[in-house]
């Protein structure tokens, strides 16, 4: 017999391998699907390339890849017999337990016994060997059979060793120097030193200087001066600005080119004046203030606890297991797939996708969409109960829990692994923001949408912003891509403020008199004050009119130059305190069911408006300056009493003179407002210094300032992302070229710079500018999706009438992002349907006014 195997397998023996160090070896689930060896057709893991197939998918892997030899991998559980002794030894076949897996199942492992039964199977004939079979297969085969089973989850492998690499500590840490330099860092404004970004941004700890960080590939990050402030420097440490929390921060080592521990984090800080608090940890594992209560009402009223919610099973009542902090994976892909596009795209193309894979199914993104869509929507991961199984249970007395234990849910491993690879926050286990991975998720669809069907078409859409210079009255329009519309939060409109006020003042006086808090108060705020302050005008940092060639006060409103199909809105809940402590704002919401925007359409330029120059700001000499600076500081004119009014506040009277001078003489009030914008900046209370106009030659108005040279080519992920969108290759490429391969720059300079070819068929359109006739005409295909064959003039729109009706929202429960947890609620079938984790239950009680982000669908013209 042992010869006949042998002779059986030498034609194979080329294609069998013994598992290599940083090979892993999927034994606990289908790469197309969610079985496991404890499904009922088990498991089938290739021998050479260590993949898993369920028993309808490994016929597809062998006839694409040739690959004959698999191992099958089958758990059996059984319930343990009445009146077995507790904590038994669990019956075992061939004297140990093949397998290195969770039981996926939330019942307690200890009532169950189970057995672990492996063999080989050759392909196409299935011929079965029963394993272990030591004396009868060849040498090698044993080994790479023993190794296989003997190797650990390919989950349990990656999440230890990248634990370990997130905690080592910084040889600098302890010796770090400091600058005694007198830079305190103030809690918000940020922006860096050198090219005035304001994400992505890092605190140097030795000397303070804010600066950039480097372009990712999924279009975030900067220009690279914080590296290159290292090299200049060889200052080592740097701290991530928005990481900052009283648990921590992310700190990075240039020198050793890897995240690091600061354990003298605190310390470091403080010397820039950024106090980070202490926090405890309660027994749940969430982050609380050490002088707060826990925040008990906002779990039970989202989770609506204390309620008897009825199970619902079926397709589309599937849950999502967590995988430990992963909550905020599973509500946005929840959310995600109760959308028809997203449906259409991974579930309806199912076959197809999966027929042309690539030859890792676990590395492909479309793959691991379906498989996830398909688990969600089958309902063959969510059956009710039997009727047999519900008399056991009501005759054990059990079947309170009866619901909670047929709903297991499906376990997203693949897929979490596979959207977060590369990215330093989703990568981790710890929690994270539900409303950047939902960026996230729109941003990897994109990226491999490309020259395909691309659902996060329902979700884009199109704002004009209108900048407006207070001195001068003129106006500029720029249009911009967007995905979600973030809504403000003014206290202020609160509808129980006076309450708010009255808690505010018993909470100083307990603090001061070291007594208990009083119970803290919710802030109750009408949903039209949110939208009221969305559209109000903002003042826009830093502006610099080309009208005055000089800075200035502008103001910047935002309209809907299109409708998504499906919209999306994000209630800014957290900010950061004036002692630098993320803090989460109490407060509720009364969002409607239905909405109608429509009079937030955008309107253009109108015909009472005057366009503000197309100039570039102008070059200035440092020693003009200082030469012509007492003249133009007595060139201008000022109102003194504005000056002096401001100056009473205890202001400098320099920068009052600018203030009022930047502001066009409008009144103190208009000036009083740049002061509170400009007050961080440096120059603050330096003399007003009017620049010298230099006249720029024809090189200095063909080239963009920190452009990108010729001879370098964008990334192609960056490319990809443009060209998605319908922006022709070659433009984008271009835009990329000129922008320093910033995203969000490139696309205000396609908008701003349409091609050449278009200008014929743009130039109909005489009364709006360049940019807006772009729009116009994609606006124009109303509730169609705009290919790049079609109009290359803008990106992919659906444009329709501005009403919604509430269709999905993600709650957060918790006193930051980085803690706590998400549920989501879906109208489905007319119903409001709870999805905390696994359990999926009809709501009784939706809590639509504590939602974090809310999701509307278009309602029809009709």
């Known amino acids: 017999m042992a010869a006949d195997l042998g002779e059986l397998l030498v034609p194979y023996m080329p294609t069998v391998r013994v598992p290599r160090t940083g090979d892993r070896v999927f034994k606990s689930e289908c790469a197309f699907s969610f079985d496991s060896p404890e499904s009922e057709g088990g498991l089938y893991v290739c021998m050479n390339t260590f993949l898993g197939f369920g028993r309808e998918h490994v016929e597809r892997h062998y006839r694409k890849t040739g690959q004959s030899v698999y191992m099958h991998l089958k758990r059996h559980v059984k319930e343990k017999a009445t009146g077995a002794a507790a904590g038994a030894i669990p019956r075992r076949r061939n004297g140990k337990v093949f397998l290195d897996l969770e039981l996926n199942r939330d019942f307690n492992g200890e009532d169950y016994e189970y057995e672990d039964e492996a063999k080989l199977v050759i392909f196409p004939d299935h011929f079965e060997i029963p394993l272990p079979n030591i004396e009868e297969l060849p040498a090698l085969v044993t080994i790479a059979c023993d190794a296989v089973l003997n190797s650990p989850s390919a989950y349990k492998k990656q999440e230890p060793d990248s634990w370990e690499e997130e905690i080592q500590v910084s040889k600098h840490a302890r010796s770090l120097r400091q600058l005694d330099n007198e830079v305190r860092i103030p809690p918000r404004g940020w922006k860096c030193q050198k090219c005035e970004m304001r994400e992505n941004l890092w605190l140097n700890l030795t000397d303070g200087a804010v600066l950039c960080g480097k372009w990712f590939f999924?279009?975030?990050?900067?220009?690279g001066h914080a590296l290159d402030h290292f090299k200049e420097t060889k200052y080592p440490l740097a701290v991530k600005m928005d990481t900052i929390t009283p648990d921590g921060a992310d700190v990075y080592s240039f020198e050793e080119e890897e995240a690091v521990l600061d354990p003298h984090i605190s310390e470091h800080l403080s010397h820039f004046g950024i106090d980070m608090l202490t926090q405890t940890k309660t027994e749940n594992g969430h982050h609380t203030d050490n002088n707060?209560?826990?925040?008990?009402?906002?779990?039970?009223?989202?989770?609506?606890?204390?309620m008897k919610l009825k199970a619902v099973f079926g397709s589309g009542y599937t849950g999502i297991k967590n995988l430990?902090?992963?909550?905020?994976?599973?509500?946005?892909?929840?959310?995600?797939?109760?959308?028809?596009?997203?449906?259409?795209m991974y579930v309806g193309n199912l076959q197809k996708i999966y027929d042309y894979s690539p030859l890792d199914p676990s590395q492909d993104f479309a793959t691991q969409m379906a498989k996830l869509g398909h688990?969600?929507?089958?309902?063959?991961?969510?059956?009710?109960?039997?009727?047999?199984?519900?008399?056991?249970q009501v005759m054990k007395e059990e079947y309170k829990v009866l619901n909670w234990h047929q709903q297991k849910g499906v376990s997203p491993r693949m897929l979490k692994a596979m959207v977060s690879r590369g990215h330093p926050e989703f990568s981790s286990i710890r929690q994270q923001d539900a409303h950047e991975f939902l960026l996230h998720v729109i941003n990897v669809v994109e990226r491999n949408s490309a020259g395909s069907e691309n659902p996060s078409d329902v979700f884009r859409f199109l704002v004009e912003e209108r900048v407006q210079c207070c001195q001068t009255r003129q106006v500029r329009y720029n249009q911009r891509v967007d995905y979600c519309i973030q809504l403000p939060a003014p206290f202020e409109a609160a509808t129980n403020r006076e309450e708010l006020l009255a808690y505010e003042a018993k909470r100083k006086d307990a603090e001061e008199n070291m007594r208990a808090p009083p119970e803290p108060v919710r802030a109750r705020i009408?949903?039209?004050?949110?939208?009221?302050?969305?559209?109000?005008?903002?003042?826009?940092?830093?502006?610099?009119?080309?009208?005055?060639?000089?800075?200035?006060?502008g103001v910047k409103t935002s309209r809907f130059a299109s409708f998504p199909e499906y919209l999306i809105l994000q209630i800014k809940k957290f900010t950061f305190g004036d002692d630098w402590v993320p803090k989460k704002l109490d407060l509720a919401i009364d969002v409607p069911d239905f909405l109608d925007l429509s009079r937030l359409r955008a309107t253009g330029l109108q015909a009472s408006?005057?366009?503000?120059?197309?100039?570039?700001p102008p070059i200035v000499l440092a020693e003009d300056t200082r030469d012509n600076s007492m003249g133009s500081i007595d060139s201008p004119e000022i109102d003194e009493a504005a000056v002096m009014q401001l100056a009473e506040m205890g202001f400098p009277l320099e920068a009052c003179r600018k203030a009022v001078y930047y502001t066009g003489n409008m009144g103190p009030e208009m000036a009083f407002n740049w002061i509170i914008a400009h007050m961080e900046e440096p120059d603050f209370a330096e003399p007003l210094t009017l620049p010298s106009i230099m006249d720029p030659g024809p090189s200095t108005s063909d080239s963009t300032v920190g452009a990108t040279p010729l001879g370098n080519s964008p990334p192609e992920e960056s490319i990809a992302i443009l060209t998605s969108m319908g922006f022709p290759r070659a433009h984008s490429i271009q835009a990329l070229k000129a922008t320093n391969n910033n995203l969000e720059r490139a696309l205000d300079w396609i908008f701003t710079h349409p091609e050449e070819e278009e200008s014929d068929a743009l130039s109909d359109m005489a009364d709006t500018e360049p940019n807006d006739n772009a729009f116009s005409n994609a606006n124009s295909h109303s509730n169609s999706t705009l290919s790049p064959d079609r109009d290359v003039s803008g990106p992919r729109v659906k444009d329709g009438p501005g009403r919604?009706?509430?269709?999905?929202?993600?709650?957060h429960m918790g006193?930051?992002?980085?803690?706590?947890?998400?549920?989501?609620?879906?109208?489905?079938?007319g119903r409001w349907v709870i999805y905390n984790d696994h359990k999926v239950c009809l709501s009784e009680r939706p809590p639509k006014d504590l939602g974090y982000i809310y999701f509307y669908h278009r309602l029809s013209s009709s």
């Open 218 to 223: 999924d279009g975030s990050g900067g220009n």
């Open 292 to 306: 707060s209560r826990p925040r008990v009402s906002e779990w039970e009223v989202i989770q609506e606890s204390g």
């Open 324 to 344: 430990g902090n992963s909550c905020y994976l599973g509500t946005v892909m929840q959310v995600l797939f109760s959308i028809p596009d997203f449906q259409r």
């Open 804 to 811: 919604y009706e509430l269709f999905a929202f993600i709650s």
């Open 526 to 553: 009408p949903f039209t004050a949110c939208l009221q302050a969305f559209t109000e005008p903002d003042n826009v940092p830093d502006f610099w009119s080309s009208a005055l060639q000089a800075k200035s006060a």
């Open 375 to 392: 688990g969600l929507l089958s309902g063959q991961f969510s059956k009710p109960p039997m009727k047999s199984e519900l008399i056991e």
């Open 609 to 616: 408006e005057e366009e503000l120059p197309d100039l570039l």
């Open 815 to 829: 006193a930051s992002t980085m803690s706590g947890h998400y549920v989501c609620h879906i109208k489905k079938e």
